[in-house]
T-cell receptor
Framework: SQQGEEDPQALSIQEGENATMNCSYK?????LQWYRQNSGRGLVHLIL?????REKHSGRLRVTLDTSKKSSSLLITASRAADTASYFC?????????FGQGTRLTINP | SQTIHQWPATLVQPVGSPLSLECTVE??????LYWYRQAAGRGLQLLFY??????ISSEVPQNLSASRPQDRQFILSSKKLLLSDSGFYLC????????????FGSGTQLSVL
């Protein structure tokens, strides 16, 4: 399967805490991407990490990639209420991007 | 800058009625275009993708069809809607190669009653 699988399916934390979600896949990849979806909206691209990269940062986001374990993690530091959303990872397959079920993150005030 | 337009935002249709959802992209040429469907609280299911005018690849056999009559226009259709066609439909595009980042439209919430 060329689909990434996110874990956990749901995560609830207190505002200010860090949130970590994981993505596993089974095939070789050129890159892995993380997206966020607010309820009832389209997905927004967060970070793209290439297979020759091990870590990438963007603001409060940190993504790691371990190609030997075929896994990636997304860390959101100092979480805010606005981070409440679903987060998806995806890997490429030919011309298309296939998404998993996502991790539903809830930030409690 | 590039923008993607998807309409309508919400749609309520009776079973057996036809469907036409439209998506257009501005500010770029020859984009790859995609239709995804998302059931409530679930992940995205890729329905169709297109790498050029008249070129449509179907991912899942179903009651739906897609067409690309113009370079930056992607249409999702059905002749007779089923209850199971209900869901959140998302159009997206990217450039050049399939593994670069996707830009999504705002989605259409379709309820078939």
């Amino acid at each position: 399967s060329q689909q990434g699988e996110e874990d956990p399916q749901a995560l609830s934390i207190q505002e200010g805490e860090n949130a970590t979600m994981n993505c596993s896949y089974k095939t070789s990849i050129n890159n892995l991407q993380w997206y966020r979806q607010n309820s009832g909206r389209g997905l927004v691209h967060l970070i793209l990490i290439r297979s020759n990269e091990r870590e990438k940062h963007s603001g409060r986001l940190r993504v790691t990639l371990d190609t030997s374990k075929k896994s990636s993690s997304l860390l959101i530091t100092a979480s805010r209420a606005a981070d409440t959303a679903s987060y998806f990872c995806t890997i490429q397959g030919a011309q298309k991007l296939v998404f998993g079920q996502g991790t539903r993150l809830t930030i409690n005030p | 800058s590039q923008t993607i337009h998807q309409w309508p935002a919400t749609l309520v249709q009776p079973v057996g009625s036809p469907l036409s959802l439209e998506c257009t992209v501005e500010g770029t040429s020859n984009p790859n275009l995609y239709w995804y469907r998302q059931a409530a609280g679930r992940g995205l299911q890729l329905l169709f993708y297109s790498v050029g005018i008249g070129q449509i690849s179907s991912e899942v056999p179903q009651n739906l069809s897609a067409s690309r009559p113009q370079d930056r226009q992607f249409i999702l259709s059905s002749k007779k809607l089923l209850l199971s066609d209900s869901g959140f439909y998302l159009c997206a595009w990217n450039k050049d190669r399939g593994h670069e980042k996707l830009f999504f439209g705002s989605g259409t919430q379709l309820s078939v009653l």
